[in-house]
């Protein structure tokens, strides 16, 4: 399933912190243009919308592109009860090495 545009790439900072609760979430696909090598590749994108509170401007949603923490938050959000938790993502590091921590727990 390829992800609309406009694009909300989740982006912070090494030792940046988003805690949030997840309302609804897509897994898909999307088209970037590469850096390194001209051209364009397809990567795997976690849409997950957030509550104004944790993102007051349009759009509501960060499209996650990194591996690790789309395997580190698919599960949970695989669950029926995922929206009555809070995700604290945690930024270690810089790209292309940076890597994330994850904690859940329930929203209060």
Known sequence: MSIESPYEIFDIGD????TTKILKWELGE?????R??????????????VPPETKPIFPDYYDITSTT???Q???FLQQADFI?????????????QARFTL?????I
Do not use: C, D, H
């Open 84 to 96: 009555n938790k809070k995700y604290k993502i945690t930024k270690v590091g810089v790209a292309p």
């Open 73 to 75: 938050l698919v599960p």
């Open 103 to 107: 904690e859940v727990s329930p929203a």
């Open 30 to 34: 999307m088209t970037i243009k590469t």
């Open 69 to 71: 923490l789309i395997a």
């Open 36 to 49: 390194v090598v001209v051209g364009q590749k397809v990567v795997k994108v976690l849409r997950i919308f």
């Open 15 to 18: 030792g940046g912190v988003v």
